[in-house]
RNA sequence: CCGCCCAUAGCUCAAUUGGAUAGAGCAUCCGCCUUCUAAGCGGAAGGUUCCAGGUUCGAGCCCUGGUGGGCGGACCA
């Protein structure tokens, strides 16, 4: 249940009974202080400047007007106009009781999510984490939103480079090579092909000659290239699995896939008058998005050599999303640095007809990762961090700690969760931060088993499993009433109410750190609540036992189903 | 030259999108374990929200102008 959305109807049914027009919102929010109540409704200053009216007496009327019968023990106004209401006990306790996870949706609609998005001539890097894990975030909570989502993995994999790349390939089968081999590190290949194509002009007159005849169909280096990929896609879902990221092969949906439809979008776009040829290629000039001088953005979607770019492949899936895929709403997870280029695709995507207004076309850019330094995160030498390197540095890492932390767990325990808590750890440090702004990469701050991280979270929910195995008692079936007295009770309760808001709030924006932010309030007030509210110990009544217990179930039922849409872990013991 | 983004406690980050006295964690200091996992809890201290104006009952958030930093902008993605 959302509380926010009952108070929202009875408020708006009692300022329309006042008089107020329908546009005033009530602009209920949560309170800031206790002093303040539990959810205020700030609505009646709004709606008086608009009527030109007193807000005290506006606020006055409203409450005449207003039935919050068995919701509200107290309703006060304060300051200017605020209206501050005090919830009753009894209410959150019975609103706790249902706050089962709603069923179905009135509204599904069918969402496509562009995220992750490597690029297959290299191995990932840690430029690739954040489109990987945050686009996942969102796809998992619009999934459990009930919507239709089709996760789309616009892998690169048919650039520049794979002429250079298949050239390679090739020279190292003709010595004797197996692929396989060849290709074990992706990333010492590439140097080795672009070695070659630096220093060998024969063989990067091969390299340039072989890209035009992959994407001709030639069928040698269609064989090549398809050697090439088949390694390069395993390696990303490899990681995809260690990241407990949901993309498999069934989601790629690569650039080469659009390569047979890419003259048909320029056809297209020449016919309705969108591109035309300036300086030999072929460009739509974009007045919308004209500077102050009136100078239209360009937009290049073929070169003069008869090459397409990215800007003609982005429109190819517009298309293919809109028409094949049925899409209500495109969500893409790409670097903050494109911005201008989705801005172009949007607009030139309009224009054609690609996606007509009613789809709705949202770039949710993210930020750098940083180093301590400040500056772009980099090994010691200067060069890429690979992915696979990161992430076997954190599970090292939290095995480390375990080990130094605990001895009643067994090896192979230790192994399980480790993994865990250390993938756990940086996919929290990264989620839990806004998504738009850059963010500092700090081992320690991750792995600090304090704060705001993966593994104080982790712990919460294995302390509240701990009560039940000591209590002897199986969580899953077991179920008591709701008895709401201590402060900390009610605090807890009111965190349990507002997952539904929260959770409507990242779909609708995007923004995994407002999950995040809500999973550490809501355990940081179990930890309070654990700390004032003796569950098991000698003294404690039957009825505050099995409230309290009940509390502490949906507690972790609702950790773990926030930290589940994050993609991150929980296990029984720690 | 044009455009986009950022600036909040010593550090890392929040602030329910215009709401009341700007909140957490780390670090520092003070308390709490023979009793449900102390990887925890309670408390103290820490701020001219980069600067200057403006809008209004009310601004970290909106507008204007600056300062400082990052990133984009005709043939890579």
């Known amino acids: 249940m959302r509380i926010k959305e009952l108070l929202n109807q009875r408020f708006s049914a009692a300022m329309q009974a006042a008089g107020i027009p329908n546009e005033c919102s009530p602009a209920l929010a949560l309170s800031g202080k206790p002093q303040f109540g539990d959810y205020q409704a700030n609505g009646a200053m709004g709606a008086a400047k608009r009527l030109k009216t007193n807000p005290r007496d506006l606020a006055t009327k409203i409450l005449d007007n207003l039935d919050l019968d068995g919701i509200a023990d107290k309703l006060e106004i304060a300051g200017p106009g605020f209206i501050n209401i005090y919830l009753s006990s009894k209410f959150l306790a019975s609103a706790v009781a249902d706050n089962a996870p709603k069923s179905g949706n009135h509204n599904p609609q069918t969402i496509v999510v562009d995220y992750s998005s490597p690029n297959l001539a290299k191995e990932m890097h840690v430029g690739h984490l954040r489109s990987t894990i945050i686009g996942d975030a969102v796809a998992r909570v619009l999934e459990y939103q009930g919507h239709k989502v089709v996760r789309q993995n616009h892998m690169g994999d048919w650039g520049t480079q794979f002429g250079m790349l298949i050239a390679e390939l090739e020279l190292q089968l003709s010595e004797g090579e197996q692929a396989e081999l060849a290709l074990n590190d992706l990333e010492v290949f590439y140097q080795q092909s672009k070695k070659h194509f630096d220093e060998d002009p024969e063989f990067a007159d091969t390299a340039r000659a072989y890209v035009v005849k992959l994407q001709s169909g030639d069928q040698h280096c269609r064989t090549l290239w398809q050697k090439f990929i088949q390694v390069s896609v395993a390696h990303n879902l490899d990681i995809y699995q260690q990241l407990n990221v949901g993309l498999s092969r069934e989601h790629i949906m690569p650039e080469s896939a659009y390569n047979d439809d890419l003259q048909n979008v320029l056809d297209d776009l020449t016919a309705k008058g969108l591109a035309v040829e300036s300086d030999g290629a072929k460009v739509v000039f974009l007045e919308e998005l004209a500077d102050k001088n009136g100078d239209p953005s360009v937009m290049i979607v073929q070169k003069s050599g008869g090459g397409f770019l990215y800007a003609t492949s982005d429109l190819a899936a517009m298309r293919y999303r809109v028409n094949k895929l049925g899409a209500d709403r495109i969500l893409f997870y790409i670097d903050a640095r494109q911005s201008l280029h989705m801005k172009q695709v949007f607009t030139a995507a309009r224009k054609a007809g690609y996606a007509p207004e009613t789809v709705g076309l949202e770039h949710h850019p993210f930020g750098t990762m940083m180093g301590k330094d400040g500056r772009p995160f980099k090994t010691r030498s200067g060069g890429t961090v690979k992915l696979a390197d990161l992430l076997v540095e954190a599970v090292e890492r939290a095995e480390r700690l375990l080990r130094d932390k605990n ?114 309030e809501l355990a940081s007030a179990f930890m309070s609540f654990y700390e004032h509210c003796p569950i098991l110990k000698d003294g404690v009544d039957e009825q505050s036992q099995q409230s309290r217990l009940q509390l502490s179930k949906q507690t972790s039922e609702t950790i773990a189903k926030g930290l589940d849409l994050l993609g991150i872990e929980v296990m029984e013991k720690m």
């Open 407 to 520: 001895t009643d767990l067994s090896d192979d325990d230790i192994k399980i969760i480790a993994r865990k808590v250390g993938i756990g750890a940086i996919k929290y440090a990264d989620l839990s931060k806004t998504r738009t702004n850059d963010y500092i990469f700090d081992w320690d701050a991750m792995m600090s088993f304090e704060g705001n991280t993966a593994p104080y979270l982790q712990y919460a929910y294995t302390r509240i499993r701990s009560i039940f195995r000591k209590a002897n008692i199986d969580p899953q079936s077991f179920n008591a009433e709701i008895n709401i007295i201590e402060p900390q009770e009610k605090a807890l309760a009111m965190k349990l109410l507002q997952f539904e808001e929260i959770i409507d709030q990242v779909a609708s924006e995007g923004y995994p750190h407002i999950l995040c932010n809500y999973v550490y």
